[in-house]
């Protein structure tokens, strides 16, 4: 299934024509769960439409994924469309940078992330959710999604910035919401960067409120510098002629990893207890595992090893409801991919929520089903047929946290409460960078 395996042909791949002006942006943006799905199961491994930006390509083949994100990474960016939706509020942080700036200060925020530094934050992490569970009553309802937010941004202070945001957690947790929510709609997708809508103005008076807290943190460490946190390495570092980060380079840093560092392990949890509630043998198997392997402790990285059912439980939530359901990047100089060649300013898409989903890769797609991760079925699959973090050399940098702290978190939750769906609760999706559900998930929670 490689680019070398076809001739090169003059022709566009086949996909769907969309409407005059617009072509499938606004179906895109409406449905967009339906669309990368349809669109994938008419039109096969290799789509190709037009929208008022420029030719699109959807990528539904692990093999062609592979080949933009790890063989050929180097010649592709983010892109445009990507930036004039994260920009806004992650500025030139990391996950928007590119090239030396990003390869520097991904240099520099790795060691936060280094596997003798992730088992540090272990403690911290079930702290933080033992103490929000010690504010839940028996029998009580309780905003699922918005608790596992709170949970997950306090953890990410911490661990990352050495700082305690307590009382920030809602400032902080607020702007990074109205932002995501903000990125929904159509007009902030569709309209030029310069033109002030609505969402935009939202966006503003979000980021205002987000610096307010992210600059007092510099500060904080400007004043009170350690040799572990990433803002007090961001402060040392300096540029080849001296010069040092300004703030706001620092601020973009900080931002990225408050909204990346909590945002997706949040979505995850939710997704699991979602899932979890509607699946009761799958429950009752991961309850039977906590209570054999931790006997009513906490859970510690140690007990991690033995902890097999319940890695299996996050890793299938995320292969159903990858937090980060889709990628961007643009050719920055032609390719060929399925022999077809990609134009440099197109606009790559590849989307885990369909590659996930895909009955060749797993069978009975749609099913919550942990068990099925076992060795032998990781070792069949294509590279790229799972890839809730991405791939390559822009792969998450935060992906052992974020495992660490998925599973840590749903083990110490599931051992002390049984989460009851609330009847009539649908999980409706919505189109912003990540999977996040139209409407809170409310949980009746019970004691074990």
């Known amino acids: 299934m490689s680019s070398e395996s076809s ?33 994938a199961r008419e039109y096969g491994d290799i789509a190709y439409w037009e929208d008022p930006t420029g030719p699109v390509y959807q990528l539904n083949h692990p093999d062609y994924i592979e080949q933009v994100l790890v063989q050929n990474n180097q010649h592709y960016v983010k892109g445009d469309r990507f930036q004039n939706v994260l920009g806004p509020a992650t500025g030139n942080g990391i996950l928007n940078s590119e090239g030396a700036v990003w390869r520097r200060n991904r240099h520099l925020i790795q060691p936060a992330f280094r596997p003798d530094r992730i088992e540090e934050y272990a403690s911290m992490m079930t702290e933080f959710t033992e103490e929000k569970l010690e ?31 307590d009382d920030d957690v809602e400032t902080v947790g607020s702007a990074l919401d109205e932002f995501m929510l903000a990125t929904e709609s159509l007009s902030h997708m569709m309209l030029p960067p310069q033109v002030p809508t609505p969402s935009r103005r939202r966006i503003q008076r979000a980021r205002e409120s987000l610096d307010a807290v992210v600059y007092r943190m510099i500060e904080e460490r400007r004043a009170n510098p350690t040799d572990r946190d990433v803002i007090s390495k961001l402060l040392e570092v300096t540029d080849e002629d001296g010069t040092k980060l300004s703030d706001e380079q620092i601020r973009d840093e900080v931002v990225t990893l408050l909204l990346a560092g909590h945002e997706t392990t949040a979505l995850s949890l939710t997704f699991t207890a979602y899932l979890l509630a509607t699946n009761p043998a799958a429950e009752e198997r991961l309850v039977d595992e906590l209570d054999d392997v931790l006997g009513g402790e906490t859970p510690t990285m140690a007990d991690l090893d033995d902890l097999t059912y319940t890695e299996q439980v996050v890793e299938e939530s995320m292969r159903l409801y990858p937090p980060v359901p889709g990628i961007v990047r643009e050719p920055a100089k032609p390719d060929i991919i399925g022999g077809y060649e990609i134009e440099p300013g197109a606009t790559v898409r590849m989307h885990q929520w369909v590659v996930h989903r895909d009955p060749r890769w797993y069978d009975d797609p749609l099913a919550f089903r942990p068990a099925r991760w076992t060795d032998d079925l990781k070792q069949s699959l294509p590279k790229l047929a ?16 974020a495992m660490l702290e998925a599973r840590l978190l749903l083990a110490t939750i599931y051992q002390d409460y049984h989460l009851e769906l609330v009847p009539g609760t649908e999980l409706d999706l919505m189109a912003t960078i990540t999977a996040r559900p139209k409407d809170e998930i409310p949980m009746t929670v019970r004691e074990r």
């Not at 799972?386 to 946290?401: K, L, T, V």
């Open 7 to 39: 001739a090169v042909t003059d022709e566009h791949p086949p996909g769907p024509d969309g409407l005059p002006i617009v072509g499938n942006q606004v179906a895109f943006l409406r449905h967009p769960y339906e669309f990368m799905t349809e669109t």
């Open 135 to 165: 504010t839940w009553d028996e029998g009580e309802t309780r905003p699922f999604h918005e608790d596992m937010m709170e949970v997950t941004l306090k953890i990410v202070a911490r661990a990352l910035f050495g700082v305690d945001i």
């Open 386 to 401: 799972y890839f809730p973090f991405a791939a390559g050399p822009r792969r998450c940098i935060g992906d052992r946290f």
